[in-house]
């Protein structure tokens, strides 16, 4: 397949957000499997951005550092000048939907008005530019149906609105201004490297630790979790073949409800499941995400992982690397866990059914 400009050799990519979970497992793809490019990080390390998420690979001449906010648009600018950046690959965002129930502004201010600046610099020095983005966008979707790429956006949760807002910035300076834009939506990931605010890392973290799993409502909405190496794979082929222009889902194409992968999670490291609490549920909560994926494998992707393979996979890789989490979640995630759940815990939910 012929490759896009911008992402064969001689590439430099600016990976936003590479040392998030999904950005610092991108890197690692990338480096792995596609030489002769570069790859400039950059990244404002928030709680979720850890500089250990790629420690073996800072010593690499073919990557790079840059502390920085993607809406500062003339530090942007000038890394990507003084870089010889093509391509732009944005992944940085708020990405928590509770977080974003909490404080919703610094998700405007990142998601829409970071992304805007992106797109600006992109313009301005012509590079290529993916956004990625998420199954969100479409908001909740009946049981029996299927979300594809031209269905109206619909997004239910301040986070999900402003990464629709994005999309549709992005997916503007297309059409506005002939910019080479690509945009995948992908669905609930998981893997290495992710911050234990989110559902799969809390759940493995907590079963290690001994303490229950807050299974919001009754446990019931269904999400389509994947592996983190799809979700980067499917990426980087649309990267290499994906029309301008356009946008791409992605995902395994099946869910699981959320007390299924509970009992996957327990079920792989040995917790018992009374250590399942049904607790009060998040305001707004989505039931059900669900997307069709054939434009992204038509490009040639291939997802390797299912729901529950990608879920133990990811659970065994928080059992072996307690080096990463542990100080986590002994250290700035204990506040956020007490706002988050410690009233919730002691006030449980109810399970469907049950009066
Ligand atoms: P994450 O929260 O783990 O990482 C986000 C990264 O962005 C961090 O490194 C953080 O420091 C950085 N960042 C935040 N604000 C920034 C700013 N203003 N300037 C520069 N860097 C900033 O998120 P993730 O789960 O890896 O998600 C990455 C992207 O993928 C997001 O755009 C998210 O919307 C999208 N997405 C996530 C999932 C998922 O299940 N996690 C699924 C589909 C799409
Ligand atoms: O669908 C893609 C999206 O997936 C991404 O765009 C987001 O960045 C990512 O955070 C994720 O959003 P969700 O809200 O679906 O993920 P989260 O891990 O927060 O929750 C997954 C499901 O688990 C959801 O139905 C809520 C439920 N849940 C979550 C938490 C944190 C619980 O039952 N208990 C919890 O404590």
Redesign the pocket.
């Known amino acids: 397949m012929a490759e896009a400009a911008g992402t064969g050799a001689g590439a430099v990519l600016l990976v936003?957000?590479?040392?998030?979970?999904?950005?610092?497992n991108f890197v690692r793809w990338w480096l792995e499997n596609v030489p002769g490019t570069r790859v400039v990080v950059?990244?404002?390390?928030?709680?979720?951005?850890?500089r250990e998420?790629l420690a073996e690979l800072w010593d690499r001449p073919d990557l790079h550092l840059m502390v920085?906010?993607?809406?500062d648009l003339a530090r942007v600018r000038r890394t990507c000048l003084e870089e010889r950046v093509t391509t732009l690959v944005?992944?940085?965002?708020?990405?928590?939907v509770d977080q974003s129930i909490a404080a919703p502004l610094l998700f405007t201010?990142?998601?829409v008005r970071?992304t805007h600046a992106l797109l600006e610099v992109a313009r301005e020095l012509g590079l290529r530019f993916h956004q990625?983005?998420?199954?969100?966008v479409y908001g909740d979707v009946p049981a029996g149906e299927r979300r594809a790429e031209g269905d109206p956006l619909a997004p239910r949760s301040p986070?999900a609105a402003s990464?629709a807002a994005a999309d549709h910035l992005a997916l503007a300076y297309h059409a506005t201004y002939a910019l080479a834009v690509t945009v995948t939506?992908?669905?609930?990931?998981?893997g290495p490297y992710?911050?234990p605010e989110?559902v799969l890392p809390l759940f493995a973290t907590s079963v290690l630790r001994g303490e229950p799993l807050p299974l919001y409502g009754d446990g019931l909405q269904q999400r389509d979790y994947m592996h983190v190496r799809d979700?980067c794979a499917a990426i980087a082929a649309v990267l290499r073949s994906g029309q301008p222009g356009e946008v791409y889902n992605v995902g395994t194409g099946t869910e699981l409800t959320n007390l299924d992968l509970a009992c996957a999670v327990l079920d792989t490291l040995g917790g018992d499941r009374g250590l399942i609490r049904h607790v009060g549920d998040r305001p707004g909560h989505d039931r059900r995400y669900a997307v069709a994926t054939g434009k992204v494998r038509a490009l040639g992707w291939l997802c390797r992982f299912t729901p529950i393979q990608a879920v133990t996979e990811a659970a065994r890789w928080y059992a072996e690397n307690g080096w990463w989490w542990r100080p986590i979640r002994e250290g700035d995630f204990r506040e956020y866990y007490r706002r988050q759940y410690a009233e919730r815990l002691t006030q449980p939910g109810k399970p469907e059914g049950e009066p």
């Open positions: 936003t957000g590479g040392c998030g979970f999904i950005g610092s950059y990244d404002k390390l928030t709680y979720a951005g850890r998420n920085g906010d993607i809406a944005n992944f940085a965002a708020e990405s928590h201010d990142t998601n970071g990625v983005s998420t199954d969100e986070y990464k939506r992908g669905s609930n990931t998981v992710q911050y989110k979700h």
